[in-house]
């Protein structure tokens, strides 16, 4: 098992992004890994519908195969959807616990977390071994959420919770913040609505997202490059025909259109009207 390590605040070790926040915590308690590149936080209400669950899951994967860390509580609903498409993704996901890193909460999240740190990840709060979970301690929590992220998406939330306070928190950080919009009439999508309203950037699907990233933290660190080269072509970014890349593949119709299939799958590309397109 991943050893727990306390970090203060000016050694080596303590998360960057945390610095430059307001009011950092003077120490960190850390298992696993927290990477020093900002990563995209992907937040929202425990009582999430199964849209919002399945919007959250497939953008945290989208997140991860671009090769940006994924951020959020470990919470029920969106949070654990976000951490779970992470872990589909290949990614690195970091989890910020509003209770010490020994006292699981949900304690049904513990294995999730867990993978996380497995995957090269890792979990972080500020509050030492035996803190209980109280509920005024999630609040504070989320500046930390929001400080080690360069952006904050919010996919499903009422008007009042945990993720608009994020969302409030990140603007006062100066990271930006994104929102999925949705049906005016449901209640779960009122908190995002307005937030659209107010000035976060509508993101309307994972390659959505992913693209609005990039205006932010620059090119995806991962490629579709390494994964197309197999096929012995690389797609331009404009896109190839499909039956260019079966040529280039040595006329091996068969194995050319399954590996396009899992690229596709994988969301690496897209395949539209005959023609294959990165996904950026």
């Not at 990614?91 to 977390?113: C, K, M, Q, T």
């Not at 071994?129 to 499903?156: K, M, Q």
């Not at 995806?220 to 490059?225: L, V």
Request: with cysteine; net charge negative.
């Amino acid at each position: 098992m991943t050893s727990v390590v306390r970090v203060r605040r000016g050694d080596p070790g303590y998360p960057v992004r945390l610095e430059t926040i307001g009011d950092p915590p003077a120490e960190v308690w850390i298992r696993g890994a927290v990477p020093a590149e900002a990563g995209v936080a992907i937040v929202g209400t425990r009582r999430a519908t199964r849209y919002g669950l399945g919007i959250a899951r497939a953008m945290g994967a989208a997140v991860a195969r671009a090769g940006w860390p994924v951020i959020s509580g470990l919470a029920r609903g969106v949070d654990g959807a976000a951490h779970r498409g992470c872990l589909d993704g290949d990614g690195i996901g970091i989890a910020v616990l509003g209770s010490g890193l020994d006292v699981w909460y949900p304690p049904e999240h513990r294995d999730l977390g867990e993978d996380l740190v497995g995957g090269g990840g890792g979990i972080l709060s500020e509050y030492p071994p035996d803190t209980r979970p109280e509920p005024w301690r999630f609040p504070a929590r989320n500046r930390l959420i929001s400080g080690l992220s360069a952006v904050v998406v919010v996919t499903e939330a009422a008007d009042k919770g945990g993720a608009l306070i994020t969302a409030r928190l990140a603007a006062e950080q100066g990271r930006e913040v994104f929102a999925v919009p949705g049906d005016v009439s449901r209640s779960t999508s009122v908190g995002t609505n307005l937030l659209i309203r107010d000035g976060a950037l509508p993101v309307l699907g994972p390659d959505d997202l992913v693209e609005a990233v990039s205006l932010v933290l620059g090119p995806p660190p991962r490629s579709t490059a390494g994964e197309t080269a197999q096929l012995g072509i690389d797609i331009p970014a404009e896109g190839a025909a499909v039956e260019m890349i079966v040529e280039a593949a040595g006329g091996d119709v068969a194995g050319a259109l399954a590996q396009l299939g899992r690229l596709e799958s994988d969301g690496r590309i897209r395949i539209e009207d005959g023609e294959v397109l990165p996904i950026a």
